[in-house]
């Protein structure tokens, strides 16, 4: 290097890149060299550049301060933003809201040992909803001088490795020379076009900082992986449309993987006669207001969407991997004869018996689908199906009234009448709707109710973790409203537990800018699991306290964050809500809610699940299914 020492070396390149805009335009200008001597820190954080990712959300240790020191550098020209965090869980989370909502790619940095264990855990979430993040773990050394500190206490190698590599994509950085092939690993994973999940690069505490002299940067990877195609013919769509005009009533369900099929499913729907049961992730998919839309269905699904699935006789299954709450533990559709099944996946394509797999991209599959039904007539028999959906609709919609028209109910914890979760929901996700607020909701109870009351005109509404049902995913997603560009509101809809196990963003929410909402409402348990006990085994155990917590005074003791009470009413909700949308940072408002065995208090449940003692009939009646 000449003299020159790394410090220089890498504020050169970082000013290079600054002052031409890019790395591929420092390149071309010649004014960033393509050879470079830089430590294997500064090539990841160089290739990480080169794919767009900006945001590194950090819980800096001994396992990773050649990598943050990295960033300091690049960060003071203005080219990635460090975000220091106090939880590797929040870090994922944010990090998983930020790609999932805007698309904006991140990097959540752990040091070794129990901080990647923390993030490891949280990566469930988007590794179960298809959503890219990249994760970079310090790990032990290679030399193997003797055990190092926080790595597993095993004379073996590579034990996180293995620990990542069950999660998703994995990779160790033992030699540095590996590096552009990490990289490449690691793109194909975060950028896949159908699956897309987390990413983890191991780096060696000692392999940081050693130099890789004069690497070539065009060997850190651009170009994503394409997307899929439509789905091959050799008479599947023949035979599709075969089904499909012999069936008499339709039902599609709709998985994550349709996210961007909406315009084409809008016109299956009228094409084959069918109705739509969504999964929560794709809420907005297709509108609510439109008369097909069965809604959600499964275990805490809707009487349409649980109606629509039990008396189909074709499922038309799209980008859906039929998770046990989704399908009823594949109870879902007792009557379905037939199942086509579009999906990139081939496993999820081939999930269910007597199916049809179209293997290919759902949206154009879907556009192929319609071609080839265009010129097919309707008949009386598939408009008698959408008739009797829609009288079951129109019976959801009343039912749902029904518990809007009693938003209040008295409640022995907090010895009083307080708002019910239905009224409350309601009142917050039209606020938000309206407010132009995305919507996040928690785990438990309150996702449970949400995403059978929610409304949404289009995706990009409401964001329901339901692929891990990660408790604190919805409090830690509001850190994304303070790195997204443009910035958005974001309303997080929580319980007292769920918050609780994520509290962290009440700090940094404040450092790095949130600007938000948590909407904690506190009925002192976690009532779903409460919920289930009951109709379970008529009784409940351990899952409630006694406990009073202060949250608005617990909000406002953290300089920056503006703690409310939401009152006991509609009109007390909207007023705080009013309040916190025009406060310039984050808000708290502490909600007590109804518990208690009411029906009005709750959405209640229509569908099948293959847990506790209900598990013995549920396999049964798969079994007898045969689907």
Known sequence: MGGESVTEARLRRAKAIRDAGSIESALAAGTLPWRADVTLSEAIVLGL???????????????STEVGEVLRVYESQGLVRTCGVRNEIEATHAATALRWVTGEKAAVVASIGPGPLQALAASIAPASDGIGVWFLFGDETTEDEGPNMQQIPKHEQHLFLRLCATMGEAYCLHTPGAVGVALRRGMNTVDHPFRAGPFFLLMPMNTQPAVIPSLNLDELPVAAPPRLGVAADAGAYEKAIEWIRAADRVVVKVGGGARQAGPELLEFLEL?????????????VIPFEHPCNMM???????????????????LVAIGTRAVCQSDCSRTGYPKAEHVININADIDDAMHYNRTLPLVGDAALTLAKLNACLRTLPRSDAASRWLDACYEKREEWLVFKAQRYATPRLFDDVWGREVMTQPAAIKAASDWAREAGAVAFFDAGDVQANAFQIVEDD????????????YMGFAVSALLATGLATPPFYGLAFTGDGSFTMNPQILIDGV???AHGCILLFDNRRMGAISGLQGAQYDALHATWDTVEVDYVAWANAVKGVQGLFGGHSVQELIAALDK????????LIHLPVYYGPD????????????????CTATQAMRHDIGL
Not at 458 to 469: I, M, N, P
Request: proline share 2%.
């Open 272 to 284: 084959a006669d069918a109705v739509a049961v969504l999964s929560p992730l794709v809420s907005g």
């Open 296 to 314: 959600v269905g499964g275990s805490k699904g809707s009487l349409c969407g649980n109606y629509a699935m039990d008396e189909a006789d074709l």
């Open 511 to 513: 450092m790095h800018g």
């Open 580 to 587: 916190a949308r025009a406060y310039d940072g984050l808000s």
């Open 458 to 469: 289009r995706l990009g509404r409401t964001f329901t973790e339901t692929g891990a049902s």
């Open 49 to 63: 550049l080169r794919q767009d990712i900006r945001h590194f959300l950090c819980v800096l240790g001994h396992g």
């Open 599 to 614: 029906p009005l208090g709750g959405m209640g449940v229509f569908g099948r699940w293959n847990v506790g003692n209900w």
